[in-house]
Every structure is written in structure tokens, then in C-alpha cells.
T-cell receptor, first 113, second 114 residues
């Protein structure tokens, strides 16, 4: 089955700096890669996703890059703000719905004001 | 918050007891899922359901049971057979199980065995 590795497990950055979270996956058939943000005491929410037919996707201060050859994808947050502090999960799957999605262990991001 | 609701937020269970976690959604989603979240292990799939009256085991189904009698509801029972039930449980729903789209999560139930 699919195996998703995520690192770092914790990350502290100064407000205004960039944060990068990296994930690798094992199944070359995987073609869908969502990222979820879970604030303390709240539900995980999708912040961005990417499919295997594109290499990069941006949404304001958030971007995700995908390298299919190397089987890794990354989340980039620029100009970090205190409200970016949360746990971020990467995930990977091939087509078939969320029963086929494998999540990473999560990265706890702390943005220091 | 509307959408998908889990209750209760906190639950305490004595060893040997069964306990049921509630999950209700008003998104008209066909698919619903139960995950377990433990520190350092991400989200692991317990059970999922594609349509009413049908459900399938996920990766860690042992010691759990579910039902899907209504489209809106997908309760999870943690039985006494689950050896390590203390965890954070998340319910989610999505429009279907064929295409990958956004999954909507509930706020979770933290279960503690005392």
C-alpha cells in the first residue's frame, strides 16, 4: 500500500519568514495530493490540493509543488502570520475516494510573533 | 459550524464498556468516514461507507463497529474488544468515493478510557 512520510514533525519560524513542509510517497500510481490544516481544537480543513498532471499550484501565500519523478511534494507558506500556526497534514492517493487516501503524520507549525 | 457534526466533544469510558460516537452531516454527501488520530501517526481509517446500508472496513477496524441506516448519520461504536481506545476520533464526509475531492471533517471526539 501507499506510504507517506512527512517532515519535519515540528517547525518554528519567525513571523514573516517562509515555511516549507515536505512529503514523500511510495506508490507511483498516486495522483491526488491534498493538504489539510488543523488548528488547535478545530477540525482539519483542506487548504490546497494538487493533481499529478500539474507541477505547482498557488493560492495567495500558499503553494504546493509536486515532483512525480522523485515522488515528493511540498507545501510552501510565505510571509507567515501567527494565524498560520497549526498542524498541517499531507496526503496521497490514487483515484478512488478518501478510503484510498494515506495521510502523513502531521507537522506542527509555530509562527513566532 | 454546520456541515458535519460530531458529538460529544469529550467522552469518558470505563474499561469493558461499549461507547457510541455520533456523526451527522447535512451536506447530502454519499460517502462518510471514520478516522482515528494518535500523536505521531497521522489519520488512520477505521471504517467508511459509500451509500446507505453499506460500509467497509478500513485499515484499523478491529474493535470497532458502524452502521449507516440514514444518509446523514454514521455512528461509530468503540467496543470492549478495542484494546487501546483512548484517542481522538474524526468523522468526515465527501460527495463520493470514486473521485478525489475535498473531505469535510467534524470537530472530533476525544475518547478517554478511565
Amino acid at each position: 500500500g501507499e506510504n507517506v512520510e512527512q517532515h519535519p514533525s515540528t517547525l518554528s519560524v519567525q513571523e514573516g519568514d517562509s515555511a516549507v513542509i515536505k512529503c514523500t510517497y511510495s506508490d507511483s500510481a498516486s495522483n491526488y495530493f491534498p493538504w489539510y490544516k488543523q488548528e488547535l481544537g478545530k477540525r482539519p480543513q483542506l487548504i490546497i490540493d494538487i493533481r499529478s498532471n500539474v507541477g505547482e499550484k498557488k493560492d495567495q501565500r500558499i503553494a504546493v509543488t509536486l515532483n512525480k519523478t522523485a515522488k515528493h511534494f511540498s507545501l510552501h507558506i510565505t510571509e507567515t502570520q501567527p494565524e498560520d500556526s497549526a498542524v498541517y497534514f499531507c496526503a496521497a492517493s490514487y483515484s478512488g475516494g478518501y478510503q484510498k487516501v494515506t495521510f502523513g503524520i502531521g507537522t506542527k507549525l509555530q509562527v513566532i510573533p | 459550524d454546520g456541515g458535519i457534526t460530531q458529538s460529544p466533544k469529550y467522552l469518558f469510558r470505563k474499561e469493558g464498556q461499549n461507547v457510541t460516537l455520533s456523526c451527522e452531516q447535512n451536506l447530502n454527501h454519499d460517502a462518510m468516514y471514520w478516522y482515528r488520530q494518535d500523536p505521531g501517526q497521522g489519520l488512520r481509517l477505521i471504517y467508511y461507507s459509500q451509500i446507505v446500508n453499506d460500509f467497509q472496513k478500513g485499515d484499523i477496524a478491529e474493535g470497532y463497529s458502524v452502521s449507516r441506516e440514514k444518509k446523514e448519520s454514521f455512528p461509530l461504536t468503540v467496543t470492549s474488544a478495542q484494546k487501546n481506545p483512548t484517542a481522538f476520533y474524526l468523522c468526515a464526509s465527501s460527495p463520493g468515493t470514486v473521485m478525489n475531492t475535498e473531505a469535510f471533517f467534524g470537530q472530533g471526539t476525544r475518547l478517554t478510557v478511565v
